[in-house]
Structures are given as structure tokens and as C-alpha cells.
């Protein structure tokens, strides 16, 4: 099993991320996935989930209506679109992958990570 996030890097507040995240190794399609974050010092947090299919999406408060979490099945992607990016948005984004439903936010429930991506936002 490998998750390879990829994506981020440096952007000024206000700007805009694309990650990506490639699956292999599990049947990706009967997988939740998603992207949780962690900031030095700080406990691994949610960010965003997104069903097997891809119709029913989660979002932390706290990125709602600023990120946008897809997926493409055919091709064992996840994305996460990261638009007014602000200095708290920094951290090493993880994305990762569950069988099971329920709880998406809850980081242990997940079964596989990925190594991470740094995303700085500079103010």
C-alpha cells in the first residue's frame, strides 16, 4: 500500500495550493479518503473527506468554503484545492485512506497515510 501526496509549497496569504494524492496497493474506489494536517507543535487535524463514489464530501470548519476535496477513481487520485490560503493553513498535509464510514474526522479510524506535504503560507 502507498499514498504519495505531492503539491505543496511556499504561497503568499490569499493564494491558492492544488495537492494530489496517488493511491496504490488497495482497491482504491472502496476507500474513503482523506487529507488531516499537522502544524509543528500542534495534534494531527481533519481537513476533508470524501466518500467511495465521490457525491457526499466533509470539511473542517475551518477550511470550509475555502478548500475543495475530489477524486478521480480511474485514475487512484485525491485532490485537495486549497483557495484563500492563510498563515494558519500551515502544516504537513496528509492524506489518507479507510474502509470503514462514520466519524471522518477521526484520524485513527483511518487504516493507511500517506508521507505528507508542506504547505507554508507566508503573511
Known amino acids: 500500500v502507498q499514498l504519495q501526496a505531492s503539491g505543496g509549497g511556499l504561497v503568499q496569504a490569499g493564494g491558492s495550493l492544488s495537492l494530489s494524492c496517488v493511491a496504490s496497493?488497495?482497491?482504491?474506489?472502496?476507500?474513503?479518503m482523506g487529507w488531516f494536517r499537522q502544524a509543528p507543535g500542534k495534534e494531527r487535524e481533519f481537513v476533508a473527506a470524501?466518500?467511495?463514489?465521490?457525491?457526499?464530501?466533509y470539511y473542517a470548519d475551518s477550511v470550509k468554503g475555502r478548500f475543495t476535496i475530489s477524486r478521480d477513481n480511474a485514475k487512484n487520485m485525491v485532490y485537495l484545492q486549497m483557495n484563500s490560503l492563510k498563515p494558519e493553513d500551515t502544516a504537513v498535509y496528509y492524506c489518507?485512506?479507510?474502509?470503514?464510514?462514520?466519524?471522518?474526522?477521526?484520524?485513527?479510524?483511518?487504516?493507511?497515510w500517506g508521507q505528507g506535504t508542506l504547505v507554508t503560507v507566508s503573511s
Open positions: 489518507a485512506a479507510r474502509k470503514s464510514s462514520g466519524s471522518y474526522s477521526e484520524y485513527r479510524r483511518y487504516d493507511y
Open positions: 496497493g488497495f482497491t482504491f474506489n472502496q476507500y474513503v
Open positions: 470524501i466518500t467511495w463514489s465521490g457525491v457526499s464530501t
